[in-house]
């Protein structure tokens, strides 16, 4: 299944299915269906049918799905199976934080280096990974092949980040800066906003 046919809500929503699946006691579900999953996470059942249907034809009407098979499908639709190499500019907390978290790997995706301009912070480095100058982001990701960037500076440096990772051949961003960045329409950007989301939260349970 082209995962450019799968859209970004249904893409979404993947992990959290694949999470539930590698959960179940093994040898308990040899087949399971989008309805089981559906009550199981307290999902709307048609909502579930169509994203399976959207990375899978495996399906059989009142059998389900071979739970293997779905799991397998899962993992190629998320690219699970190849790990892409990702880097991050700004090595504060947040950045060391994402730069210490291996779970992005189960998706398909490894942070392999940070950058920062603060010398401070490269001669502390405590994390398990590179944190380097930001005069070497283009030599890094050319020599690496890098396409995907995640950026955890403020919002005052992030479209010079931007613009630095671009010309590095960096194709899609992960923005954490509280800021619109001005890319090219071939520049994917996933724009992260965690105050925002928490205010959302805040204003759910004000109610």
């Known amino acids: 299944?082209?995962?450019?046919?799968?859209?970004?809500?249904?893409?979404?929503?993947?992990p959290q299915y694949l999470q539930f699946l590698n959960g179940l006691p093994p040898g308990q579900y040899d087949h399971i269906s989008a309805t089981t999953i559906a009550k199981m996470l307290s999902l709307g059942e048609v909502q579930v049918r169509k994203d399976l249907a959207a990375i899978s034809r495996l399906g059989k009407p009142k059998v389900g799905y071979r739970t293997s098979e779905l799991i397998s499908d899962l993992e190629d639709a998320l690219?699970?199976?190849?790990?892409?190499?990702?880097?991050?500019?700004?090595?504060?907390?947040?950045?060391?934080?994402?730069?210490?978290y291996n779970g992005f790997?189960?998706?398909?995706?490894?942070?392999t280096a940070a950058f920062d301009c603060n010398e401070q912070v490269l001669r502390m480095n405590k994390t398990s990974k590179e944190i380097l100058p930001i005069s070497l982001l283009k030599k890094y990701c050319t020599?690496?092949?890098?396409?995907?960037?995640?950026?955890?500076?403020?919002?005052?440096?992030?479209?010079?980040?931007?613009?630095?990772?671009?010309?590095?051949?960096i194709t899609a961003i992960?923005?954490?800066?509280?800021?619109?960045?001005?890319?090219?329409?071939?520049?994917?950007?996933e724009q992260e906003n965690l105050a925002l989301s928490l205010a959302h939260l805040n204003s759910q349970i004000s109610k």
């Open 79 to 100: 690219g699970c199976k190849k790990l892409t190499p990702a880097i991050l500019v700004g090595a504060g907390k947040l950045g060391r934080a994402l730069l210490d």
């Open 174 to 189: 992960w923005n954490f800066a509280p800021c619109q960045l001005k890319v090219p329409d071939n520049v994917l950007v």
């Open 143 to 169: 020599e690496n092949g890098i396409r995907i960037g995640i950026i955890t500076v403020g919002s005052g440096s992030a479209q010079d980040v931007c613009d630095q990772m671009l010309e590095a051949g």
């Open 1 to 14: 299944m082209e995962r450019s046919n799968v859209t970004k809500a249904t893409l979404g929503r993947l």
């Open 105 to 111: 790997e189960e998706y398909g995706v490894q942070i």
